[in-house]
């Protein structure tokens, strides 16, 4: 990243999984991140926290697409760890989307 580039990220601290990380984003995604954690009720912190638990992507790139998406749908389907690894989903986070789009017909290549 460049150096102009990082000077625009606002660097902001948390404890994720017992662990200190920092996340750089826009200032920007940081509002809008804060706007949905006061409207879920829940501190940047628990969002945050939320978020890093569901991710299937890096930290800074979950956040910026749950804020992108207003914070209704996942980016990419969550990869399972391997039993006794990893937290328990949480139901509220992401809620159940079907996909949408027209279904393969008869001629379309795909079975």
């Known amino acids: 990243m460049s150096e102009a580039a990082e000077r625009h ?3 902001r601290s948390f404890q994720l999984a ?19 954690a006061a409207a879920r009720g829940q501190s940047l912190a628990g969002l945050v926290t939320a978020v890093d638990r569901e991710r299937a992507q890096p930290l800074a790139s979950a956040l910026r697409v749950f804020a992108l998406n207003g914070g ?3 980016s990419a389907p969550r990869v399972q760890p391997p039993p006794g ?10 809620p159940q989307v079907e996909p949408t789009g027209p279904k393969p017909g008869p001629g379309s290549g795909e079975k």
Do not use: C, I, N, Q
């Not at 920007?28 to 706007?35: H, I, R, V």
């Open 72 to 74: 209704a749908a996942r």
């Open 85 to 94: 690894m990893g937290h328990p989903p949480d139901p509220g986070l992401y």
């Open 18 to 36: 017992g662990h200190r990380t920092s996340v750089a984003l826009e200032p920007e995604f940081w509002a809008a991140l804060e706007g949905l």
């Open 9 to 11: 990220l606002r660097k």
